[in-house]
Nanobody, 124 residues
Framework: VQLVESGGGSVQPGGSLTLRCTASGFTEDYWVMGWFRQAPAKDREPIACIANAVVSPFIVDSVKGRFTISKATDRNEIYLQMNNLKPEDLGVYYC??????????????????WGKGTLVNVSA
C-alpha cells in the first residue's frame, strides 16, 4: 500500500488549504484513512479519520469547525479541507491508513500505513 499526500504549502493566518491523500494497493474492501499532524518539537497527533464503509468521520475538537475530512466516491482518496488556518496549525501532515481500525479516538494504535507527509506553513 502506498499513500501519497499533496496540497501542502504556505498560507497566511486565516487562509485555507486542501490536502489530498491518494492510496494505491488496497486489496481489502474496508479501510480507514486519516490525517495526523506533527508540529515542530512535538509528537505526532491525530487530526481526523474517515472509513470507506461508514458515513461518520471523526475529527478532533481542536480543529472541529475549521477542518473537514471527506472521501472520494470512486477511488481510494481522502481530503482535508482546512479553513481559517492558525499559526498553531503549522506542521507536517501525514496521511495514514488502517485495514483494521475503527474510525474513532485511539485509531492511531492500529495504523498500518503512513505517507511521507506534506508541510503546512502558516505565517504572516
Amino acid at each position: 500500500v502506498q499513500l501519497v499526500e499533496s496540497g501542502g504549502g504556505s498560507v497566511q493566518p486565516g487562509g485555507s488549504l486542501t490536502l489530498r491523500c491518494t492510496a494505491s494497493g488496497f486489496t481489502e474492501d474496508y479501510w480507514v484513512m486519516g490525517w495526523f499532524r506533527q508540529a515542530p518539537a512535538k509528537d505526532r497527533e491525530p487530526i481526523a479519520c474517515i472509513a470507506n464503509a461508514v458515513v461518520s468521520p471523526f475529527i478532533v475538537d481542536s480543529v472541529k469547525g475549521r477542518f473537514t475530512i471527506s472521501k472520494a466516491t470512486d477511488r481510494n482518496e481522502i481530503y482535508l479541507q482546512m479553513n481559517n488556518l492558525k499559526p498553531e496549525d503549522l506542521g507536517v501532515y501525514y496521511c495514514a491508513a488502517s485495514l483494521r481500525a475503527v474510525c474513532a479516538p485511539g485509531w492511531e494504535a492500529a495504523v498500518d500505513f503512513w505517507g511521507k507527509g506534506t508541510l503546512v506553513n502558516v505565517s504572516a
